[in-house]
């Protein structure tokens, strides 16, 4: 693919971007054969990982001899769960131990709050943050596929992520995926990296915004990229501080933003109340456990796995039969390649990385929107998967009938969280907060009509309603309340995301927060 930019002013920068994304970014959105490539993944991996603890318990050495590879790969490998991963291996890597489930030691730690385990300590290898930058690359090659002028490619780039300012913990350093990728971005990158190492160092999030709002007028950015529900706060926040109508009074080449981690269709109405025009939005899926895929062309809204560089991906169906009752999946399940999946299909995700995570489940469930393109979709979470009493409702399901409702209610619902709860009677019914700073004119609507679009769009939701779901409960609150809650749980700002399923007693202390804070 041939690509063309006309530029005003001759930048080191520039002839570095375009060089790397020619040479790394065409190399990761295209190739002849997405199961070779896998193929050469994996036994990249195994080769590299061969003499490590983990590789000689499980013996790589005679994986690699086999003629099916992948059959080989599955049948000697256990999957494992963040859990397992850290309690069997990745406490030995985190105490100093080298060449554990990887060669050497990692320098970082990303630390991840966990929406399936309570707290994560991820090994980031000098590999990993390589296929990071990679899979960056190909992204920014990825917008030549979209509308946008030459001149785009000079702007600045604002990345609001986790600090920078990692903590040193016995000879390593910990922070959030996010932050630990922009300490660690190439010098060619940092004259258009925003808001700077100085500002993405401070640790405080509010003092942070407001230090990005001080600076934003000395400031030309062309795209943003972060987690909606913060962008938005810190969008307002330079708007308020200088007065203006739209944050393109301060930007006005502000076109592209780039989200990812959560569903960004919510937050788009209420984002455009800040713009002056619409801009280009793009999804990524960049995890603690690495840069898996990202929308490589405009025509949809799914995303691109990565199949060439650093990880290799399996897919199990997300069926009951498939998976113990821990939520992890049964060693009898199916194992899929990318090219041996079904469109539309729920799967559990599999991924073994430079990182040394090994047949590691990510905690995600995706479906492919275009098995020959390798394009996805995020699903659900297979922990966040409500089942107490037969609903089997994914979070995309759930996310589909919020925003259908919020389009009946005519009110903007950009949050919501949901548990099963027993009542006093024993029996059960689903409870819904829902996030919108739109006054609701009908909130005794809210329940029956979401329960009603939920029926028509589920058929085991629809028969568990006529057996052990025994009612719908929905509460119209502040969407600040959302953001006051991560805050009251430290987990403001940065990579920090809202549960969409809890169990109940987390729910109950959610709930006791919500009624201190609104009645």
Not at 75 to 91: F, L, Q
Not at 115 to 143: C, E, F, N, Y
Not at 318 to 325: S, T
Not at 344 to 370: E, K, N, P
Request: net charge negative.
């Amino acid at each position: 693919m041939g690509i063309t930019f006309k530029f005003n002013t001759p930048m080191p920068f520039i002839g570095n971007l375009i060089k790397k994304a020619i040479d790394l970014g065409e190399a990761l959105t295209s190739y002849d054969s997405p199961v070779d490539e896998q193929r050469k993944i994996l036994k990249n991996l195994l080769e590299k990982a061969e003499d490590t603890a983990f590789g000689r318990h499980y013996n790589f050495e005679q994986i690699l001899k086999s003629e099916n590879l992948f059959k080989a790969f599955a049948e000697a490998v256990p999957t494992h769960d963040y859990d397992k991963m850290h309690s069997e291996w990745w406490h030995r890597t985190l105490a100093g131990e080298p060449d554990v489930s990887w060669p050497g030691k990692p320098h970082f730690f990303a630390l991840s709050s966990g929406t399936t385990s309570s707290s994560k300590s991820i090994p980031v290898t000098d590999d990993m943050l390589a296929a990071i930058r990679r899979a960056g690359i190909g992204q920014i090659l990825a917008l030549s596929e979209f509308d946008l002028p030459p001149e785009f490619f000079e702007k600045e780039i604002l990345m609001l992520g986790s600090s920078t300012g990692l903590k040193e913990v016995n000879g390593h350093k910990e922070g959030e995926i996010s932050g630990i990728s922009a300490s660690n971005i190439p010098g060619w990158f940092e004259f258009y990296y925003k808001p700077g190492k100085e500002i993405a160092s401070i640790s405080n999030w509010d003092e942070r915004v407001e230090r990005i709002a001080q600076e934003a007028p000395n400031w030309d950015i062309g795209s943003l990229s972060g987690i909606p529900s913060w962008i938005e706060l810190m969008l307002k926040k330079v708007i308020e501080y200088h007065g203006v109508n739209t944050i393109h009074d301060i930007w006005p080449n502000l076109r592209v933003y780039t989200s990812g981690g959560v569903a960004l269709e919510p937050y788009i109405k209420s984002l455009e109340k800040l713009m002056a025009h619409p801009l280009t939005y793009i999804d990524t899926y960049l995890a603690s456990e690495g840069f898996l895929a990202f929308q490589a062309r405009p025509e949809t809204k799914a995303m691109k796995l990565v199949l060439n560089n650093g990880i290799y991906f399996e897919f199990v169906p997300f069926q009951g039969r498939f998976m113990a009752e821990d939520g992890t999946v049964r060693p009898d399940a199916p194992v899929l390649n990318s090219q041996e999946v079904t469109e539309g299909v729920d799967y559990v995700l599999l991924i073994s990385t430079v990182a040394g995570a090994w047949r590691y489940m990510i905690g995600d469930t995706i479906q492919f929107t275009d098995v020959n393109r390798g394009e996805i979709i995020i699903s659900g979470r297979t922990k966040f998967y409500l089942n107490v009493v037969g609903e089997q409702l994914p979070v995309n399901k759930m996310t589909d009938a919020v925003q259908k409702l919020s389009e009946k209610m005519g009110i903007d619902i950009k949050e919501f969280t949901v548990a099963a709860i027993r009542r006093d009677d024993g029996e059960y019914i689903n409870r819904w907060y829902l996030g919108s700073d739109d006054p609701c004119q009908d909130p005794d609507a809210v329940a029956p009509m979401l329960d009603e679009t939920l029926r028509a769009s589920n058929k085991n939701y629809d028969v568990a309603r006529t057996k052990a779901l025994k009612g719908v409960e929905a509460f119209v609150v502040p969407t600040g309340l959302f953001h006051e809650w991560n805050e009251h749980t430290k987990q403001k700002g940065g990579q920090a995301k809202m549960p969409k399923v809890m169990k109940e007693e987390a729910f109950r202390e959610f709930e006791q927060f919500i009624k201190q804070h609104t009645f």
